[in-house]
């Protein structure tokens, strides 16, 4: 299909404003550039219950932000479900403010507790610490759940991007550490160390996500080559400690159909299911990088809103 139309006039706006991309700036700048432009084209926030400011305890003795959101008020009669969500960015840029619209959404439609995870970024802090303060923060609630009403039988893990890849990871460090996931909701995440699909070849320039800002997200975030062989790092292809990806938990994947990651997104569900796992795949046609954020601007978002929603309330076996 061709580019949705309020796609391309989105690709034509930030084509005319010349700012610089994300890779000619340096981290500190591209937060700054990512962390005004990022609400523009957002949803309108859908209020709260209550949305909570946490610092949340890392196995190094730091502690990072985190917010969550409680659509409603929590019942310690009746817990409910929640999803530990983890933004996008490169693993560079990005925080629980660029995605506060989102992960309230994901609250009030998928009608659970959602808690949005700041995990430490890169290049300050390098491959595996997202990996590891992703990974904390799910234990932590994990093991905190009653004290916030929430139900520690039925947790998710999701993410968009850079977000997504420490989903998927999650997933399987979950069911190592015999916490059982209800879901894995996995919007355009990143899965291979290395550019070499069709996907990546085709849609390198002009599509928002350009191979150029992919390469200097990678550069930020590894401390050596050898970090992209790591399955934490790639677990698509990764082969540094790979494990047997059997027996996790299910997965709903999006992904866009002009969007670098599209091939890996769709190479990972396959891969899933090579294992034996349920695996919801989901391309959504005349879409980029990023658009699940684009909501406000672009009126086709809601469907892929609606779908993502839908599988975290079947997952939680909630109306």
Known sequence: MPLNPKIEQVLDMIARAKRPQLH????????ASYEK???ILEIASAPMFSVEALHVPTRDGATVRARLYQPVEPSWAEPAPALVYYHGGGFTVGSVDTHDALCRMLARDGHCTVLSVDYRLAP??????AVEDAFDALTWLHAHAAEYGVDAERLAVGGDSA??????????????????????LLIYPGTTGYQQTDSHARLANGFLLSGDTIQWFFDQYVRDKSDRDDWRFAP?????????FSGIA???????????LSDEGDAYAEKLRAAGNRVTLKRYPGMIHEFF???????????AHADAAAALRAAFGVE
């Open 24 to 31: 000619e700036l340096t981290p500190q700048q591209a937060r």
């Open 37 to 39: 432009s990022a609400p």
């Open 124 to 129: 300050e802090y390098k491959f595996p610490t």
């Open 163 to 184: 977000g997504g890849t420490l989903a998927t990871v999650c997933a399987v460090l979950a069911r190592d550490a015999g916490i059982k996931l209800a879901l894995q």
């Open 236 to 244: 698509l292809d990764g082969t540094r400690g790979a494990p047997d």
């Open 250 to 260: 299910p997965a709903w994947i999006a992904t866009a159909e002009y969007d670098p």
């Open 293 to 303: 954020k684009m909501g406000g601007y672009v009126p086709d978002v809601a469907e």
